[in-house]
């Protein structure tokens, strides 16, 4: 990672927290309003109405753009409404190229809301550079990639996949929320634009939904401001400040979260009930080198494949630790059936084409004592 200027942890506390001028508050205020008054007719001090600026969600924006080495960051109510956000500047016509392993409600959206408008993706694996070229048509605009993807923990290359979409005028578009800026910062990959689920990693605490787009690009900056404006996808103050307050430890959870996902990784690659175990920091991983290259760190985020659904269902119901619940990401240690939950809406070939079968379990570890999941894990393993 590039280093001029203050170190990570120290962005995570500080970037975009200047005092409140008022009090002096140490805090971010909640600025809790939705418009502001204005001294004369036609003369704004800068802060019209709430769906266009709040002093709380810039400072979440300014910080967690510092975090990605970026210079602007436009925060939206989930993160979803910040993908669309970016493929909102695309028009009717327009085709775009999407890692086929990309979340769920990713896929839901391109095939079944955009595709409506006449909005051309193609789906393709983009573990393989070559099939990313070959997907380009003339009316390519965007490449809209996810490393390491979910749930099968593919990793892209996205210094390769840059130069590809920069040699056709493409844009590419980067989801970070796996990886989060701690342990992978795709801009200085040759990445346009960084998209976020904050709901996950970098809010932390799994109390909000929200999403963030950064870049360093103006126009793309300019765009997405104005289609945010005229479309609405704002968060409230509230969650803007949780998410502050999320994002300040960011690092502090990412070291645990990095540390005893090798561990648990490691523990259920020998564990006899087990089949398979998909963890980029694992040397099993098929694109362990090129994950080494581009991270620095490999998340708690690891699936497993139980074999059975029978094995998978015990599995996700007798853990005590582990909580049965979608996202992920938070303090605490969640596990999920994909076919049934995150990926329902893929068509069953498709997710079994990529691995997602009856049998795929995927765990988020979360902080608390390694010693206690493992525990867990191995109790609820042994039922099986
Ligand atoms: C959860 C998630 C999203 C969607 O974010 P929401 O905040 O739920 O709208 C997008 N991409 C990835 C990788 C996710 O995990």
Redesign the pocket.
């Known amino acids: 990672m590039k280093q001029d200027g203050p170190r990570f942890g120290t962005l995570a506390v500080h970037a975009g927290q200047e005092p409140d001028p008022l009090a002096g508050a140490v805090m971010v205020p909640i600025y809790q309003t939705s418009t502001y008054v204005q001294p004369a007719l036609g003369q704004p001090q800068g802060y019209e109405y709430a769906r266009l600026q709040n002093p709380t969600r810039e400072a979440l924006e300014e910080n967690i753009a510092a975090l990605e080495g970026g210079r602007f960051g436009l925060a939206f109510s ?4 910040a ?1 669309e956000a970016v493929i909102k500047r695309l028009s009717t016509g327009d085709h775009l190229i999407c890692e086929e392993n ?2 769920g ?2 896929q839901r959206m391109l095939n079944h809301v955009l595709a409506r408008w006449g909005l051309q993706s193609s789906f393709v694996d983009s573990r393989d550079l070559d099939r990313l070229r070959d997907a380009l048509r003339p009316n390519t605009r965007l490449m809209l990639l ?1 490393t390491p993807t ?1 749930p099968m923990m593919r990793i892209c290359d996205i210094e390769g996949a840059a130069q590809i979409a920069h040699d056709a005028g493409v844009i590419l578009i980067v ?1 970070n ?2 990886a989060t800026p701690y342990n992978q910062r795709p801009l200085e990959l040759g990445a346009d634009v960084v ?1 976020h ?4 990693y970098l809010n932390g605490h799994s109390d909000i ?3 963030m787009v950064v870049t360093n690009d103006q126009r793309v900056f300019d765009d997405l401001s104005f289609i945010r404006k005229s479309t609405g996808a704002v968060p409230g103050p509230m969650d803007c400040w949780l998410c502050l307050r999320g994002t300040k430890t960011l690092h502090l959870r990412m070291r645990q979260h990095n540390e005893s996902g090798l561990k648990v990784a490691r523990f259920l690659e020998q564990h006899p009930n087990v089949e398979r175990v998909y963890y980029p920091g694992l040397a099993s991983h098929p694109q362990h080198e090129l994950a080494c290259h581009q991270m620095r760190g490999f998340t708690g985020m690891i699936s497993v494949d139980t074999g059975s659904f029978e094995r998978a269902r015990a599995l996700a119901e007798a853990t005590q630790v582990f909580a049965l619940a979608e ?2 990401g938070g303090v605490e240690s969640l596990i999920s059936h994909p076919a049934m939950m995150t990926h329902a809406s893929v068509p069953a070939e498709r997710r079994l084409a990529m691995g997602i079968t009856d049998g795929l379990v995927r765990l988020s570890v979360g902080v608390e004592d390694v010693e206690d999941l493992i525990e867990d894990l191995d109790q609820a393993l042994r039922s099986v």
């Not at 689920?197 to 996950?200: A, N, P």
């Open positions: 989930s993160g979803l409404a993908i990309v979340y409600g990713t996810e979910n989801d929320t796996f998209v689920s904050t709901t996950k939904i929200g999403g996202s992920l």
